[in-house]
Each structure stands twice: as structure tokens, then as C-alpha cells.
């Protein structure tokens, strides 16, 4: 079975880190794309960053640019999510997802390319 589990999501204030983890089991991403996508209430699930089976290609939603990094360790089956200067419309539900298709050259970056999802993490950033 296979399983995307988020951690390290939580309560922070405007201008404060956080470094979210999403961890895989049950099968190897190391030869497909992962990523981030969030969903804040009332709105639909959007992308927030997304990487390659090899960590050499990433794309990032303008909203988070510079201030976010991707970033992947395959021998650990692990993609991070590095968050920096939060702003309180940061805040939502973060989901990691992994695609089917091994070895993309590029990430891609819809939703409905991603196959496996995670249950997700809150992320709040208060003002």
C-alpha cells in the first residue's frame, strides 16, 4: 500500500519558517516527480512547488517564488518543503503528491498528473 505521510506543519507568525517533510512508503519515488500543493478554505487545490525524480528541474507558483524551496533526498524517499518569510495567506492544507511516470525531464505541474496524495498538514500563519 502505498502511502504519502506529511509532517511538520503547525502554527507560526507572518514572517516565520517552517520545513515540511513528506515521507513515502510502500513504493520508491525516486524515479518519478513529487510535490506540494495546498488548498485554502473555500478555495480550490493549487500548486505550490514541484520537482523532478532527479532534483534537477523545479517550478514554483509565482505566490511562493523566492521564498520557498523544493528539494528531495531519494535515499530516503523523502521531498521537503522549505517555507520562509510566511504570510498569512500561506495558510491552508499542504498536501504532497507523487506521480506514476518514471524519469520526466520536467515536473509537472497539475494536479491531475499526480497519482498518490498524502492526507495533508495545516499550516497556519497568523498576523
Known amino acids: 500500500q502505498v502511502q504519502l505521510v506529511e509532517s511538520g506543519g503547525g502554527l507560526v507568525q507572518a514572517g516565520g519558517s517552517l520545513r515540511l517533510s513528506c515521507a513515502a512508503s510502500?513504493?520508491?519515488?525516486?524515479?518519478?516527480?513529487m510535490g506540494w500543493f495546498r488548498q485554502a478554505p473555500g478555495k480550490e487545490r493549487e500548486l505550490v512547488a514541484v520537482i523532478n525524480w532527479s532534483g534537477g528541474n523545479t517550478a514554483y507558483a509565482d505566490s511562493v517564488k523566492g521564498r520557498f524551496t523544493i528539494s528531495r533526498d531519494n535515499a530516503k524517499n523523502t521531498v521537503y518543503l522549505q517555507m520562509n518569510s510566511l504570510k498569512p495567506e500561506d495558510t491552508a492544507v499542504y498536501y504532497c503528491a507523487g506521480d506514476h511516470t518514471a524519469y520526466r525531464r520536467y515536473a509537472p505541474n497539475r494536479l491531475d498528473d499526480y497519482d498518490y496524495w498524502g492526507q495533508g498538514t495545516q499550516v497556519t500563519v497568523s498576523s
Open positions: 510502500g513504493r520508491t519515488f525516486s524515479r518519478c516527480a
